[in-house]
T-cell receptor
Framework: DVKVTQSSRYLVKRTGEKVFLECVQD?????MFWYRQDPGLGLRLIYF???????EKGDIPEGYSVSREKKERFSLILESASTNQTSMYLC??????????????FGEGSRLTVL | AQKITQTQPGMFVQEKEAVTLDCTYD???????LFWYKQPSSGEMIFLIY??????QNATEGRYSLNFQKARKSANLVISASQLGDSAMYFC???????????????FGKGTHLIIQP
């Protein structure tokens, strides 16, 4: 069964802390994504990666960075967390070479609260 | 830039009725894919259905069908014979392939909160 695992379901951090959100997929997918979900705004793409060590900015990359050192792992980093980064973060992966098809497989989400 | 619009923030529907969730999109790329996802209160995103821009027929998956009207740039989701378990957030999304290769993430609409009433 396909699986995308996010390391923490719930996190509470303080303003200014460095935050790591980890995501691991076991499907050998080339593509991995980080989204944030906020009420009334839907899902917005932060960063994505189509290969190890490759990364591309999405629609809202400011305040975030990512790391992909291994194919199965994609990390989202908040260098200095701020209260406006309180949100639900969703990791997803997909197989390359699917053209416009190729569904995204999502993790269960990490709900981050920054105090 | 690609854009997805879902104009219904919320809907209440009686059980067993059919439901149509609206989705319009905007893109200048001739090749694109359209997706619908369901997100129950538990939070996981569940893929429902896919339609490619060159597909001649509307996609169907069980009780789900996609009413694809290319000229109108609409991709409405139709749920037949709704059930209580269909209560959830529903997101329309679009993927566009760049000619340079690589991957592009899905662009999502803001979602429709569907509530099925007994």
């Amino acid at each position: 069964d396909v699986k995308v695992t996010q390391s923490s379901r719930y996190l509470v951090k303080r303003t200014g802390e460095k935050v790591f959100l980890e995501c691991v997929q076991d499907m050998d997918h080339e593509n991995m994504f980080w989204y944030r979900q906020d009420p009334g705004l839907g899902l917005r793409l932060i960063y994505f990666s189509y290969d190890v060590k490759m990364k591309e900015k999405g629609d809202i990359p400011e305040g975030y960075s990512v790391s992909r050192e291994k194919k199965e792992r994609f990390s989202l980093i908040l260098e200095s967390a701020s209260t406006n980064q309180t949100s639900m973060y969703l990791c997803a992966s997909s197989l390359a070479g699917q053209g416009t098809a190729g569904e995204l497989f999502f993790g269960e989400g990490s709900r981050l609260t920054v105090l | 830039a690609q854009k997805i619009t879902q104009t219904q923030p919320g809907m209440f529907v009686q059980e067993k009725e059919a439901v149509t969730l609206d989705c319009t999109y905007d893109t200048s790329d001739p090749s694109y894919g359209l997706f619908w996802y369901k997100q129950p209160s538990s939070g996981e995103m569940i893929f429902l259905i896919y339609q490619g821009s060159y597909d001649q027929q509307n996609a169907t998956e069980g009780r789900y069908s996609l009413n694809f009207q290319k000229a109108r740039k609409s991709a409405n989701l139709v749920i037949s014979a709704s059930q209580l378990g269909d209560s959830a957030m529903y997101f329309c999304a679009m993927r566009v392939m760049y000619s340079g290769g690589g991957a592009d993430g899905l662009t999502f609409g803001k979602g429709t909160h569907l509530i099925i009433q007994p």
